[in-house]
């Protein structure tokens, strides 16, 4: 993501379970993983709600309960549109609750469950491509600053299926036009963030006007999901994630 000075804000969350709706004129729209239902999971607690588990089901925790959400499969761009049948919490690392029938019908990687997820608003036509504001100023505040999701896939398609082990996950921490920038957030990172595996943070220079603050690479979702939420906990309150060969 690329910051403007003007526009970073740090915003300080409740440690409140209770679950925020998201109200907003524009539609919602994220990509990112999905959660799985299992009875295990809610007998645990891990969940806090049930579905059935044999029917086309989904939850999303913030937003309304009968709204409409179409969920997509970027690998093959197979869709489903289904009402959020209720709002249960689950692991906020996660993008939507869904049942194991919808893994089917979109034909999800069960390694890598990642899927598009767009609001539908009533009486009002959706635009599945997201608008992207580039600032001239590019700068970073003393605070960690706040970016939005999107997981893209840039490996070329290549004759016959690819195998989820040839796939590797990373984190885009923030992008920025100035080298000397990228390089002190990183050491922000490095020094505020306890546990973190430093030697997967990299400086990797896009063209002269763009670099990017990266993690990775990542061979499964768990293993991106721990760095995800010490990050995550720091301030970035959502991060952008690609797969790659």
């Given at each position: 993501?690329?910051?403007?000075?003007?526009?970073?804000?740090?915003?300080?969350?409740?440690?409140?379970?209770?679950?925020?709706?998201?109200?907003?004129?524009?539609s919602y729209s994220?990509?990112?993983?999905?959660?799985?239902?299992?009875?295990?999971?809610?007998?645990?607690?891990?969940?806090?709600?049930?579905?059935?588990?044999?029917?086309?089901?989904?939850?999303?925790?913030?937003?309304?309960?009968?709204?409409?959400?179409?969920?997509?499969?970027?690998?093959?761009?197979?869709?489903?549109?289904?009402?959020?049948?209720?709002?249960?919490?689950?692991?906020?690392?996660?993008?939507?609750?869904?049942?194991?029938?919808?893994?089917?019908?979109?034909?999800?990687?069960?390694?890598?469950?990642?899927?598009?997820?767009?609001?539908?608003?009533?009486?009002?036509?959706?635009?599945?491509?997201?608008?992207?504001?580039?600032?001239?100023?590019?700068?970073?505040?003393?605070?960690?600053?706040?970016?939005s999701v999107k997981i893209s896939?840039?490996?070329?398609?290549?004759?016959?299926?690819?195998?989820?082990?040839?796939?590797?996950?990373?984190?885009?921490?923030?992008?920025?036009?100035?080298?000397?920038?990228?390089?002190?957030?990183?050491?922000?990172?490095?020094?505020?963030?306890?546990?973190?595996?430093?030697?997967?943070?990299?400086?990797?220079?896009?063209?002269?006007?763009?670099?990017?603050?990266?993690?990775?690479?990542?061979?499964?979702?768990?293993?991106?999901?721990?760095?995800?939420?010490?990050?995550?906990?720091?301030?970035?309150?959502?991060?952008?994630?690609?797969?790659?060969?």
């Amino acid at each position: 993501m690329k910051f403007s000075f003007f526009i970073l804000i740090f915003i300080l969350f409740s440690c409140s379970p209770a679950l925020k709706t998201l109200n907003q004129k524009k539609s919602y729209s994220a990509t990112g993983f999905a959660y799985v239902y299992n009875d295990y999971d809610f007998k645990n607690k891990i969940i806090l709600g049930k579905l059935n588990n044999e029917k086309l089901q989904i939850s999303h925790q913030n937003l309304k309960t009968g709204t409409l959400i179409k969920i997509i499969n970027p690998k093959n761009n197979k869709s489903i549109i289904l009402k959020n049948l209720k709002r249960i919490k689950y692991p906020d690392f996660y993008k939507i609750l869904i049942t194991k029938p919808i893994m089917d019908e979109l034909d999800l990687s069960v390694e890598l469950p990642i899927l598009e997820i767009i609001e539908i608003k009533k009486n009002k036509s959706f635009i599945a491509e997201k608008a992207k504001i580039y600032n001239e100023e590019k700068k970073i505040s003393s605070n960690a600053p706040v970016t939005s999701v999107k997981i893209s896939n840039i490996s070329k398609d290549k004759k016959g299926e690819m195998t989820t082990k040839s796939k590797k996950i990373f984190i885009l921490i923030a992008s920025f036009y100035s080298v000397d920038t990228a390089n002190f957030l990183k050491q922000r990172i490095v020094k505020e963030v306890s546990d973190f595996d430093i030697n997967k943070l990299k400086i990797k220079q896009i063209n002269n006007k763009e670099t990017h603050v990266i993690s990775g690479p990542y061979t499964s979702v768990n293993l991106l999901k721990n760095d995800y939420i010490k990050l995550k906990n720091f301030g970035f309150e959502e991060l952008e994630i690609y797969t790659n060969e």
